[in-house]
Protein backbone atom coordinates (compact mmCIF):
# COMPACT_ATOMS: atom_id res chain seq x y z
CA UNK A 1 0.00 0.00 0.00
CA UNK A 2 1.10 3.57 -0.60
CA UNK A 3 2.86 5.14 2.17
CA UNK A 4 1.05 8.24 3.41
CA UNK A 5 2.81 10.68 1.51
CA UNK A 6 1.53 13.36 4.22
CA UNK A 7 2.77 12.19 6.95
CA UNK A 8 6.34 11.00 4.96
CA UNK A 9 7.30 14.87 3.98
CA UNK A 10 6.28 15.70 8.12
CA UNK A 11 8.28 13.33 8.97
CA UNK A 12 11.45 13.89 6.53
CA UNK A 13 11.44 17.54 7.35
CA UNK A 14 11.77 16.98 11.16
CA UNK A 15 14.19 14.29 10.50
CA UNK A 16 16.28 17.38 8.14
CA UNK A 17 15.76 19.90 10.79
CA UNK A 18 18.14 17.03 13.27
CA UNK A 19 20.77 17.00 10.82
CA UNK A 20 22.75 20.44 11.72
CA UNK A 21 26.12 21.21 9.45
CA UNK A 22 29.42 20.34 11.25
CA UNK A 23 32.93 21.33 10.49
CA UNK A 24 34.48 19.32 7.37
CA UNK A 25 37.56 19.07 5.88
CA UNK A 26 37.06 21.24 2.90
CA UNK A 27 39.79 21.49 0.00
CA UNK A 28 39.73 23.24 -2.95
CA UNK A 29 37.67 22.23 -5.89
CA UNK A 30 35.12 20.62 -3.34
CA UNK A 31 31.57 21.22 -4.31
CA UNK A 32 29.11 22.18 -0.70
CA UNK A 33 26.34 23.29 -0.32
CA UNK A 34 25.35 25.97 2.03
CA UNK A 35 22.75 26.32 4.64
CA UNK A 36 20.78 28.17 1.85
CA UNK A 37 21.02 25.50 -0.41
CA UNK A 38 23.49 27.30 -2.71
CA UNK A 39 25.87 24.81 -4.27
CA UNK A 40 29.16 26.19 -4.92
CA UNK A 41 33.08 25.20 -5.18
CA UNK A 42 35.61 26.00 -2.87
CA UNK A 43 38.16 28.67 -4.07
CA UNK A 44 40.34 28.94 -1.05
CA UNK A 45 40.77 27.67 2.17
CA UNK A 46 42.33 29.58 5.35
CA UNK A 47 43.73 28.72 8.37
CA UNK A 48 40.89 29.84 10.48
CA UNK A 49 38.19 27.60 8.87
CA UNK A 50 36.86 30.37 6.60
CA UNK A 51 36.89 29.44 2.80
CA UNK A 52 36.13 31.60 -0.14
CA UNK A 53 33.62 29.92 -2.43
CA UNK A 54 32.44 30.51 -6.29
CA UNK A 55 30.33 32.82 -5.47
CA UNK A 56 33.21 35.50 -4.06
CA UNK A 57 31.41 34.98 -0.68
CA UNK A 58 33.87 33.95 2.44
CA UNK A 59 31.79 31.71 4.74
CA UNK A 60 32.40 30.01 7.63
CA UNK A 61 33.57 26.24 7.37
CA UNK A 62 30.49 24.81 9.46
CA UNK A 63 28.15 26.67 6.77
CA UNK A 64 28.69 24.63 4.11
CA UNK A 65 28.52 20.41 3.50
CA UNK A 66 30.59 18.74 1.50
CA UNK A 67 29.48 16.15 -1.72
CA UNK A 68 29.53 12.63 -0.76
CA UNK A 69 29.62 9.74 -2.76
CA UNK A 70 26.58 8.59 -1.25
CA UNK A 71 23.69 8.78 1.26
CA UNK A 72 21.50 6.07 2.72
CA UNK A 73 17.94 7.34 3.13
CA UNK A 74 14.75 5.10 4.60
CA UNK A 75 15.80 1.78 2.90
CA UNK A 76 18.28 2.51 -0.14
CA UNK A 77 21.40 4.62 -1.15
CA UNK A 78 21.27 7.63 -2.51
CA UNK A 79 23.51 8.13 -5.51
CA UNK A 80 24.65 10.05 -8.54
CA UNK A 81 22.66 8.07 -11.47
CA UNK A 82 20.10 6.95 -9.31
CA UNK A 83 16.54 7.12 -10.27
CA UNK A 84 13.78 8.36 -7.53
CA UNK A 85 10.52 10.20 -7.40
CA UNK A 86 10.13 12.92 -5.59
CA UNK A 87 6.66 13.53 -3.26
CA UNK A 88 5.17 15.69 -6.28
CA UNK A 89 4.94 12.67 -8.06
CA UNK A 90 8.01 13.90 -10.45
CA UNK A 91 10.87 11.48 -11.39
CA UNK A 92 14.45 12.32 -11.59
CA UNK A 93 17.74 11.27 -11.46
CA UNK A 94 20.23 12.49 -8.85
CA UNK A 95 23.03 14.85 -9.36
CA UNK A 96 24.99 14.89 -6.18
CA UNK A 97 24.50 14.26 -2.96
CA UNK A 98 26.06 16.14 -0.40
CA UNK A 99 26.30 14.80 3.66
CA UNK A 100 23.72 16.97 5.10
CA UNK A 101 21.25 14.75 2.97
CA UNK A 102 20.30 17.54 1.05
CA UNK A 103 19.81 16.02 -2.96
CA UNK A 104 20.91 17.68 -6.03
CA UNK A 105 18.27 16.20 -9.02
CA UNK A 106 18.97 16.27 -12.76
CA UNK A 107 16.89 18.61 -13.96
CA UNK A 108 15.55 20.20 -10.94
CA UNK A 109 16.41 23.79 -9.87
CA UNK A 110 14.81 23.26 -6.23
CA UNK A 111 17.48 21.21 -3.81
CA UNK A 112 15.45 17.97 -2.63
CA UNK A 113 15.57 16.77 1.12
CA UNK A 114 17.11 13.05 0.55
CA UNK A 115 14.59 11.41 3.34
CA UNK A 116 11.91 12.65 1.45
CA UNK A 117 13.01 10.72 -2.14
CA UNK A 118 11.61 7.53 -2.73
CA UNK A 119 14.39 5.10 -4.72
CA UNK A 120 13.57 2.58 -7.93
CA UNK A 121 15.36 -0.03 -5.95
CA UNK A 122 12.11 -2.92 -6.76
CA UNK A 123 11.74 -5.09 -9.76
CA UNK A 124 8.34 -6.65 -8.65
CA UNK A 125 5.35 -5.81 -6.28
CA UNK A 126 3.32 -8.64 -4.21
CA UNK A 127 0.11 -7.82 -7.02
CA UNK A 128 2.55 -9.01 -9.39
CA UNK A 129 3.49 -5.81 -11.39
CA UNK A 130 6.37 -5.45 -12.77
CA UNK A 131 8.31 -3.11 -15.41
CA UNK A 132 6.12 -3.10 -19.04
CA UNK A 133 3.13 -5.16 -17.23
CA UNK A 134 -0.16 -3.81 -18.42
CA UNK A 135 -2.14 -2.20 -16.13
CA UNK A 136 -5.87 -0.65 -15.60
CA UNK A 137 -5.55 2.67 -14.33
CA UNK A 138 -8.19 4.29 -11.99
CA UNK A 139 -10.07 5.79 -14.91
CA UNK A 140 -9.98 2.41 -16.97
CA UNK A 141 -7.56 3.12 -19.05
CA UNK A 142 -4.94 0.33 -20.51
CA UNK A 143 -1.58 1.31 -19.68
CA UNK A 144 2.09 0.40 -19.46
CA UNK A 145 4.40 0.43 -16.17
CA UNK A 146 7.61 2.08 -17.14
CA UNK A 147 8.98 2.50 -13.38
CA UNK A 148 8.15 1.94 -9.98
CA UNK A 149 8.98 2.42 -6.57
CA UNK A 150 9.55 1.50 -3.34
CA UNK A 151 6.16 2.61 -1.27
CA UNK A 152 4.06 1.55 -4.28
CA UNK A 153 3.77 4.09 -6.60
CA UNK A 154 4.43 3.53 -10.28
CA UNK A 155 4.55 5.57 -13.22
CA UNK A 156 3.23 4.64 -16.57
CA UNK A 157 3.30 5.34 -20.50
CA UNK A 158 0.31 8.56 -18.92
CA UNK A 159 0.36 8.88 -15.23
CA UNK A 160 1.62 8.23 -11.71
CA UNK A 161 -0.63 5.40 -9.30
CA UNK A 162 -0.57 3.51 -6.62
CA UNK A 163 -0.01 0.43 -7.81
CA UNK A 164 -2.79 -1.45 -5.88
CA UNK A 165 -5.28 0.79 -7.07
CA UNK A 166 -4.82 -0.42 -10.59
CA UNK A 167 -5.70 -3.64 -11.82
CA UNK A 168 -2.86 -6.06 -13.40
CA UNK A 169 -3.22 -7.90 -16.28
CA UNK A 170 -3.36 -11.27 -16.42
CA UNK A 171 -1.90 -13.06 -19.24
CA UNK A 172 -3.15 -16.31 -19.09
CA UNK A 173 -6.60 -15.74 -17.77
CA UNK A 174 -8.04 -19.59 -18.97
CA UNK A 175 -5.09 -20.91 -17.42
CA UNK A 176 -5.63 -18.88 -14.05
CA UNK A 177 -9.49 -18.24 -13.69
CA UNK A 178 -11.00 -19.94 -16.24
CA UNK A 179 -11.53 -17.12 -18.75
CA UNK A 180 -11.06 -16.89 -22.47
CA UNK A 181 -10.85 -13.42 -23.64
CA UNK A 182 -13.71 -13.20 -26.06
CA UNK A 183 -16.01 -15.54 -24.45
CA UNK A 184 -19.80 -14.74 -23.68
CA UNK A 185 -20.98 -13.64 -20.20
CA UNK A 186 -24.26 -12.45 -18.76
CA UNK A 187 -24.36 -9.90 -16.09
CA UNK A 188 -26.10 -9.51 -12.97
CA UNK A 189 -28.81 -6.36 -15.21
CA UNK A 190 -28.81 -9.10 -17.90
CA UNK A 191 -26.62 -7.71 -20.34
CA UNK A 192 -24.82 -10.16 -23.23
CA UNK A 193 -21.39 -8.66 -23.17
CA UNK A 194 -17.83 -9.86 -24.58
CA UNK A 195 -14.65 -10.55 -22.58
CA UNK A 196 -11.77 -8.18 -23.54
CA UNK A 197 -9.15 -8.42 -21.01
CA UNK A 198 -8.93 -9.99 -17.43
CA UNK A 199 -7.13 -7.56 -14.10
CA UNK A 200 -6.37 -8.71 -10.79
CA UNK A 201 -6.47 -6.29 -7.83
CA UNK A 202 -4.75 -7.07 -5.54
CA UNK A 203 -5.99 -4.63 -2.33
CA UNK A 204 -9.39 -6.18 -3.28
CA UNK A 205 -8.32 -9.66 -3.54
CA UNK A 206 -10.67 -9.92 -6.86
CA UNK A 207 -10.22 -11.07 -10.12
CA UNK A 208 -12.21 -8.37 -12.82
CA UNK A 209 -12.80 -8.36 -16.06
CA UNK A 210 -12.80 -5.34 -18.46
CA UNK A 211 -15.53 -6.05 -21.40
CA UNK A 212 -15.60 -4.93 -24.57
CA UNK A 213 -18.08 -1.98 -23.44
CA UNK A 214 -15.64 -0.68 -21.45
CA UNK A 215 -16.82 -1.72 -18.32
CA UNK A 216 -15.12 -3.35 -15.01
CA UNK A 217 -17.12 -6.38 -13.49
CA UNK A 218 -16.09 -8.49 -10.69
CA UNK A 219 -15.87 -12.30 -12.24
CA UNK A 220 -17.86 -13.82 -9.41
CA UNK A 221 -20.69 -11.42 -10.29
CA UNK A 222 -21.25 -12.93 -14.14
CA UNK A 223 -22.46 -16.17 -15.87
CA UNK A 224 -20.38 -17.24 -18.59
CA UNK A 225 -21.59 -18.90 -21.73
CA UNK A 226 -20.98 -23.35 -21.63
CA UNK A 227 -22.62 -23.66 -24.92
CA UNK A 228 -22.36 -22.13 -28.36
Not at 43 to 72: A, C, H, M
Not at 148 to 170: C, L, P, Q, S, W
Request: glycine letters at 6%; aromatic letters at 8%.
Amino acid sequence: MMLNLKVFAIFAVFLAGQMSFSAEALTVGMKVITVKNEILKIQKVFSDGRVLTSSGVILENDELSPEVKWFFCSSATLSPGTVVITPKNKVAKVRAVFKNGQVQLQGFSKIHNGLALITNNVTSMASGAARGSIVLSPLLKKEKIMEMFEDGRIVTNAGVYDVYKTGVEIKNPEERCNVKVGSTFLTRDNEVLQVDQVFSYYDEEAIKVLATNGKLYKISDLAFQTQP
